[in-house]
């Protein structure tokens, strides 16, 4: 899983082309200023509702209504608005920006179907669609590195038109989550709506619930050691399992591979403090065992509530991997001078 799980608005757009449903896809193409998302946020609307959001709120409101009178066009399929965010909106956010309205077509469904497979496989893709053509298909482009501007959306506008740009997004970062109890049924929900691998990996086969988010794999009784082994060098572990004896075993594995993104360890310093002796008394050197986070996630938020203990975990996980992107870019910059 090198790759991206598929992006849901795109998806579901997919589908709705297979059914040959009407439908409209909504992107945000440029912005000035303050706004509620970023260039790239998309949307799909068809007459029952919606999936995904531009940012909600009045400005949602007339993007729907627009995207359904193109519903009921029979002339142009894609066509550009410019909105701004002031007392006409009743929104105060002070900035402005492009929505592109695309009806989806029959055509449409060969660019979603090759953007979706190179997303599984991690390819890296630039699409270009023309604004205010009778014709929504647009035009792929692939590419070995990854763009400059990753998962964004620009608009390029001439004297006589406009045209939409968009790349792949960033490369997802893989989360190795060892335990299905209470607290990781509730991080497995919320990861499900973050950019995240996760490989959920429990020895019981009946404790995954029924419904798995499209970004999660589970891993009954595989080879434990050999799935650390070759997880990718910036992956993520969290451990919370039902065994204390399991939980140290798996901790011992991922600080002997040395090379990884961050390790979590659900308990009490209490546990972390018999953790770490033994530990040492296997040989574990102090810089690996300064890396082993227990207890785990941000500070402050002291309630034992499973979904309680989830966020904290989540959020702690967001600042790392957002750090770590940063060091990325800033290497790349530098690199590239």
């Not at 660019?111 to 979706?116: E, I, R, T």
């Not at 893709?125 to 298909?137: D, F, K, M, R, V």
């Not at 040989?283 to 002291?302: D, H, K, Q, S, Y």
Request: proline share 5%; charged share 20%; with cysteine.
């Amino acid at each position: 899983m090198n790759g991206r799980p598929a992006d849901p608005v795109l998806a579901a757009a997919f589908r709705r082309v297979q059914e040959s449903r009407p439908t409209v896809l909504a992107t945000i193409a440029a912005t000035r200023g303050s706004t509620p998302r970023v260039p790239g946020t998309r949307m799909l609307v068809d007459a029952e509702g919606i999936v995904g959001s531009v940012g909600g709120g009045q400005l949602e409101f007339e993007i729907i209504a627009s995207a359904r009178a193109l519903l009921l066009s029979d002339e142009l399929a894609t066509q550009c608005q410019h909105f701004i965010l002031g007392p006409d909106l009743r929104q105060c956010c002070g900035g402005a920006l492009d929505i592109v309205l695309e009806r989806l077509t029959p055509e449409s469904e060969y660019w979603l179907a090759q953007v979706l497979a190179w997303e599984r496989e991690g390819v890296f893709w630039e699409s270009h669609l023309q604004i205010g053509a009778l014709s929504a298909a647009r035009r792929l482009l692939r590419h070995e590195m990854e763009p400059a501007e990753p998962g964004s959306a620009r608009l390029l506008k001439s004297v006589a038109s406009g045209e939409l740009v968009e790349t792949s997004g960033r490369h997802w970062p893989q989360l190795y989550l060892f335990g299905a109890g209470h607290v990781g049924r509730a991080l497995v929900r919320l990861l499900g709506d973050l950019p995240f691998h996760v490989t959920w990996c429990d020895t019981r086969e009946d404790v995954f619930p029924a419904e798995i988010p499209m970004n999660t794999r589970c891993d009954a009784g595989g080879d434990i050691d050999t799935l650390i082994k070759v997880a990718p060098e910036d992956a993520h572990f969290l451990i919370m399992t039902h065994s204390h004896a399991l939980d140290f075993d798996l901790v011992a594995a991922v600080l002997a591979k040395a090379r990884f993104g961050s390790l979590g360890l659900i308990g009490s310093d209490t546990k972390k403090a018999r953790f770490l002796q033994r530990l040492r008394a296997d040989g574990i050197g102090e810089t690996e065992l300064a890396r082993l986070r227990c207890p785990i996630g941000v500070p402050g938020i002291r309630s034992k509530v499973p979904a309680a203990i989830a966020i904290a975990v989540v959020a702690d996980l967001l600042i790392s991997t957002q750090a770590t992107a940063q060091n990325q870019a800033a290497t790349g910059v530098q690199s590239a001078r």
